[in-house]
């Protein structure tokens, strides 16, 4: 192997591809607090827009039924009474959702469809995205990058802070202009579309993606596909009411190599390997 190449993607079995998955806590028991789950179901259900992901949710999802969504969708415990220590995450259910996003990118491949990826969580997400969309490309996808270096001042604690959207691989981020950055905000998705929709060219076909940018490329009627967290409730919220097409419950902040085995895996299974 060239020096500097990347390392070509395994591909497990479904079996061995489960076991990593609980090895490496993306499913299984995870890092992510019994407590933050039931915090984040809470302030979902009292509509805090910085867990509603640009999702404009029609039920009223009070938390016993975020919770029993969760429970259904991702595979954390349905006891209401279990308030703190660890949580899961159904590997099955990873790999379900996971085949259910890749029969759909692995269409969007047969199609030659226009397709929008993107990342709030560029610490660990990114490795995945990229090879998603570098796959997509290689067959001829064409890989939209509307409203590159749009940004907006974020309110902070201590201030404004200038975010602008970046593309690396084709994959959309958030950068401060110093470093990529985590976001719910699906204001950069907005913006996007907004460039598309002014230019004339219309909306991607598919939006392969996780937090705000998912959340407001479904609300705008985008087939949108991607991942989240135990919790982050909004995408599950979003597909139980149909306006986010799939929801691959993960752990999306695990080191970004340990995605490999399941990235191999969703492109095997897409017909992209």
């Not at 407590?35 to 992901?53: A, C, I, K, V």
């Not at 989240?228 to 695990?254: C, K, Q, R, T």
Request: include cysteine; proline fraction near 7%; charged fraction near 20%.
């Amino acid at each position: 192997m060239t020096v500097g190449a990347a390392r070509p993607l395994s591909v497990p079995t479904r079996d061995e591809l489960r076991a990593q998955l609980v090895q490496a806590r993306i499913a299984g028991d995870v890092d992510t607090p019994r407590g933050d789950n039931l915090r984040n179901y809470r302030r979902l259900s009292e509509r805090n827009p910085r867990y509603l992901f640009g999702l404009d949710l029609r039920g009223p999802w009070n938390p016993a039924e975020v919770l029993a969504l969760m429970a259904q969708k991702c595979g954390v415990s349905p006891e209401e009474a279990y308030a703190e220590g660890v949580d899961t995450i159904d590997p099955d259910r990873t790999i379900d959702r996971l085949e259910a996003l890749a029969t759909r990118v692995g269409e969007a491949a047969q199609r030659q469809e226009r397709v929008i990826v993107a990342t709030g969580h560029p610490a660990g997400l990114l490795a995945v995205h990229l090879e998603v969309a570098a796959a997509l490309a290689r067959v001829g996808c064409p890989l939209l990058t509307p409203a590159a270096g749009w940004g907006y001042s974020a309110e902070r604690s201590w201030g404004g802070e200038w975010l602008e959207i970046r593309y690396v691989g084709n994959v959309a981020m958030l950068s401060d202009r110093g470093g990529l950055k985590h976001t719910h905000s699906p204001r950069p998705m907005e913006a996007m579309l907004a460039e598309l929709a002014g230019a004339g060219e219309g909306p991607p076909s598919l939006v392969v993606a996780d937090h705000g940018w998912a959340g407001a490329a479904g609300r705008a009627g985008i087939d949108t596909v991607g991942f989240a967290d135990s919790n982050d409730p909004a995408l599950f919220v979003g597909e139980a009411e149909g306006d986010i097409a799939v929801s691959v419950p993960l752990d999306d902040n695990v080191a970004p190599h340990l995605y490999a085995p399941m990235t191999g895996y969703l492109l095997a299974y897409a017909g992209l390997r």
